[in-house]
């Protein structure tokens, strides 16, 4: 029976072999969260009046409740945008009617020119 010995005495070593190997574990720095076109006056605005809480722009925001608006101009027309902040605002968001002129044509310029 030296062959069963042998078996054994292999799989004893495959089996202690690939214990304890550290593949260099630790979490690898976060790039910062970015906007797409963060320079545009419209994603301070969007950052002021806390849309990041519920969308996610680019690697920025929390994708939840609402979508993703990376490519919202892509998907909606300025009208919509304007729409969905105004007059007809989704379900679980607040109408943002409110801004002043000036800041929401800024924030819809910028929702509408990501794409
Ligand atoms: C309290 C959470 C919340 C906040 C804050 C919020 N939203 Fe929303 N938003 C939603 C939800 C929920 C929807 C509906 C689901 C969806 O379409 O993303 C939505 C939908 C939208 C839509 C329509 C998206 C689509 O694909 O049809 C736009 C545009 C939008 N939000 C823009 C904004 C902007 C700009 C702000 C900040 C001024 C904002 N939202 C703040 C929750 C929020």
Known sequence: MARRALLLAL???VGGAGCGGSDGGGAEPAAPPQ??????????IAQQNGCLACHTFGSAGRDAPGNDLTRVGARLSRAEIERALTTD???G??????LSGGDLRALVDYLASLR
């Open 89 to 91: 605002p989704p379900e």
């Open 11 to 13: 799989a004893l070593t």
């Open 93 to 98: 968001m607040q109408s943002y009617e409110h």
């Open 35 to 44: 906007m797409p076109g963060a320079r545009a006056p419209g994603a301070s």
